[in-house]
């Protein structure tokens, strides 16, 4: 990873963002391109203590996460992940989401509680993870993204409702 250099700032795009629910497309070629831009998005991440981050976040329609699952004892070992799908999940869970970009809001979201995902790694191999917990539910969020589906989707009318009204409350603050 060390051998790509910072290409500078990304730039989160935050919610009402359009990109943001937009479907991104498959990778179909990992070259040094493509792990640039994953190495600058695990830049980002880190800049702004993110645990996952999706390329639409940073204006990129293209089917890349980086996940950095800091309760895990692979902190400081950032996951890339290329064209990443779900192909099993099982169980339900409750548990409180945020995102980068759509700052200063969490809500408890139901999703499956351990997943199986397919992905491409950095290198082009094929990388298969069974797992729960905080990683299961992070490349959830970060999958969906790529899908053009915010946290905010997933939760019942009031909630969102609620959620939507802090986030405009707080930019009449701020204006
Ligand atoms: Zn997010």
Redesign the pocket.
């Known amino acids: 990873m060390l051998k790509y250099k910072p290409m500078g700032k990304l730039k989160i795009r935050k919610y009402p963002d359009k990109i943001l629910s937009k479907k991104s497309a498959v990778v179909r070629n990992i070259g040094d391109k493509e792990r640039q831009l994953a190495s600058d998005m695990i830049e980002a991440m880190r800049e702004f203590d993110g645990i996952?981050l999706?390329a639409p976040?940073v204006g990129i329609l293209k089917r890349v996460i980086v996940v950095e699952d800091a309760t895990s004892n692979n902190k400081g070992v950032p996951y890339i992940f290329f064209n990443p799908r779900i192909i099993k999940q099982k169980g339900r869970c409750g548990f409180c989401e945020g995102?980068?970009?759509v700052s200063g809001v969490t809500s408890d979201v139901i999703r499956p509680e351990s997943v199986v995902m397919e992905a491409l790694g950095p290198d082009g191999k094929e990388i298969k993870i069974e797992t729960g917990g905080v990683l299961a539910r992070i490349l959830q969020?970060?999958i969906d993204?790529l899908d053009g589906i915010?946290?905010i989707d997933r939760v019942n009318f009031f909630k969102r409702k609620k959620i939507l009204k802090q986030i405009s409350t707080k930019v009449c603050i701020e204006l």
């Open positions: 996952g999706a976040q995102c980068l970009s969020h970060e993204h915010l946290f």
